[in-house]
């Protein structure tokens, strides 16, 4: 048991230099598990690489980044993932962002969004959102849709929307910019603990702003979440760790796949 970043993405350039040095510190600060997201062929090819150097610590999701609108580069990336499907835990991050795609672009962002929805469900495989001010209609369309494995990531809309949503077993991980964010607290208040997973998003979402942010973060949604909800810092790591295992169905800490052995 321990603690799992469930979303962050390794293959920034922002580790280029020393991610050695920032896995270690990742384990050394009682991590269990990092789950890195890529979000173009590029970053996919890369974290296989990341996957194969720190097996059984670093996982995957791949997905595609949000505003990339070519539905010949979806295609791509879905082939990509059923040809790796043994090294993949989720498909993601993929999702909404009406901050920066606006007009009739949105639409085509729906449209895709609704292919992953419906190809997680078909690869029996979570789905990592992104919704940033789209939080709403990104659930309303997960919701439609009848997805069941779902993970909200940095959520930014209404705490009474995310109720709506934990109420389907859905799940919202929190990144370490709780720090700064009185919506995340909020979130977290509004949460039961049983849908909460803990998150860093590196590089981005540091306690603070426009410091790069690295996985031992962790610690800081974590002693957060404690915080506001009450209890000790020991039931936050239990719990989110049973929530990221029943989520992903991996034995984190265990190195091993459920059902595939990672290649
Ligand atoms: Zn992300």
Redesign the pocket.
Known sequence: MGYVDV???LGDEAFNDDLDEVILRARKAGLVAIIT?S?SIEDAQKTLGILKRYRGFVYRTVGLDYTVLEEGLVDEVARYIEQNRNTIIGIG?VGLDYYLVRGEDRRIQRKIFSFWIEYSKGMDLPI?V?SRSAGRYALEMLFEHRAERVLM??FDGRSSLARRAAERGYYFSIPPSIARSIQKQKLVKALPLENILL?T?SP??APEKGVRNEPANVRISASWIAKIKGVPLESVVEVTYGNARALFEVDFGAARLKGAEAT
């Open positions: 979303h962050c993405h997201s979000l991050e990592i992104h990531h940095a998150e998003d981005v979402l």
